[in-house]
């Protein structure tokens, strides 16, 4: 089925750095999310975007919506231990709710 | 309950067993979806219903897998003669409605189908 481009695949962070990751689409979407999913539990939405050119902060997380509609892209600012895991982004764009998700972007902290 | 509710957690089955995976959405959710992860991977999607009305079943990967949602609560997806491509593990998440600012759906924690 069709995934997202998602990158990096994975990164390593040190405790306190900045990190960035993005999303690309090769259709529109009215809608991008971001979710993170820990080991053994389902995804949990950290950031919604409605609006293209959106830009969102929650908490030390900020996403924003791409101007073509095709893309999104989300920052975590001054990294800490317990925001390792895996972090998805998905789209929609159908009349109905089903999401289209990325491949994923491993957090992993730098030993 | 208080959020998605899925059983059984992990699953082992024979290849060739029949299995049927739970879910329980969040009361008064009309929005059900199945996902499907695959090691390593995101979730894709397999089927949608609003209440008892599956309304897409377009991500079904074969006549081998079927749902229902008969009185629009607990859903339950089957899978019929498994086969090792269905290791996966199986998501499901419900929302008060299928779009829209603050509608977005609730994962449940998954269930883990191991063929062997």
């Known amino acids: 089925g069709q995934q997202l481009n998602q990158s990096p695949q994975s990164m390593f962070i040190q405790e306190g750095e900045d990190v960035s990751m993005n999303c690309t689409s090769s259709?529109?979407?009215?809608?991008w999310l971001w979710y993170k999913q820990d080991p053994g539990e389902g995804p949990v939405l950290l950031i919604a975007?409605?609006?293209?050119?959106e830009l969102t902060s929650n908490g030390r997380l900020t996403a924003q919506f791409g101007i073509t509609r095709k893309d999104s892209f989300l920052n975590i600012s001054a990294s800490i231990p317990s925001d390792v895991g895996i972090y998805f982004c998905a789209g929609r764009g159908g009349s109905q709710g089903n999401l289209i998700f990325g491949k994923g972007t491993k957090l992993s902290v730098k030993p | 309950g208080a959020g998605v509710s899925q059983s059984p957690r992990y699953k082992v089955a024979k290849r060739g067993q029949d299995v049927a995976l739970r879910c329980d959405p969040i009361s008064g959710h009309v929005s059900l979806f199945w996902y499907q992860q695959a090691l390593g991977q995101g979730p894709e999607f397999l089927t949608y219903f609003q209440n008892e009305a599956q309304l897409d079943k377009s991500g079904l990967p074969s006549d081998r897998f079927f749902a229902e949602r008969p009185e629009g609560s607990v859903s339950t997806l089957k899978i019929q003669r498994t086969q090792q491509e269905d290791s996966a593990v199986y998501l499901c998440a419900s929302s008060l409605w299928d779009r829209g600012v603050g509608t977005e759906a609730f994962f449940g924690q998954g269930t883990r189908l191991t063929v062997v």
């Open positions: 259709s529109i979407f009215n809608t």
């Open positions: 975007l409605y609006k293209a050119g």
